[in-house]
């Protein structure tokens, strides 16, 4: 894939995490259950111990979380799925079902979770690309989006436009928490199936 990419880290997080998440759910369903919050995360629970076990490549294999994960302690993709998606299913899936619930259509209501995410998640993408400071301005961005009512609020759409005219003008781009929406959508979708 990097070479396909020139070298760009482009969706490595969200392909490995959807792929342990569709892996969950076909286990659990294997099993005969259907896929919930907890029967995800139970079938998530299986592979934790080899998580924990992989080593973090180093030097030039390293991909960009892994370095983020040495220099600034964020635990990335791969410590989402050691602790079992703690950032899905604890904040990102609980916003956006409670915004479906008050009525916001489907954009507003990922976008709802996606600002949660914004807020709360050391994204290693932001990291990499603009150290802690940019992490800091984009998470009190987000907070104060969802401070000032999130999408529920007149004005939403220009909060969230400055949020991201400061992130171009920062050149950062929160990807990590791109792809932790993914998960959550996701979730949704396998806990709202037949």
Partial sequence: MLAATDGVNTHRGAIFSLGLLAAAAGHACGDGHHATASTLRQALGIWRRDLCAAAFPVGTDASHGSWVAQAY??????????????????????????????????????????????????????LYRGGREALTILQHGAAEVLAAGSVFAPGWSRRANALHRRCCALRISPGGCADLLCATLFVHEVQSGP
């Fill in 73 to 126: 302690g964020a635990s990335g993709a791969r410590g989402e799925a050691k602790d079992g998606f703690p950032s899905v299913f604890e904040c990102a899936l609980p916003a956006l079902q409670d915004a479906i619930a008050r009525g916001a259509d489907t954009r507003a209501a990922r976008l709802h979770a996606l600002f949660v995410l914004l807020a709360c998640v050391d994204d290693t993408n932001v």
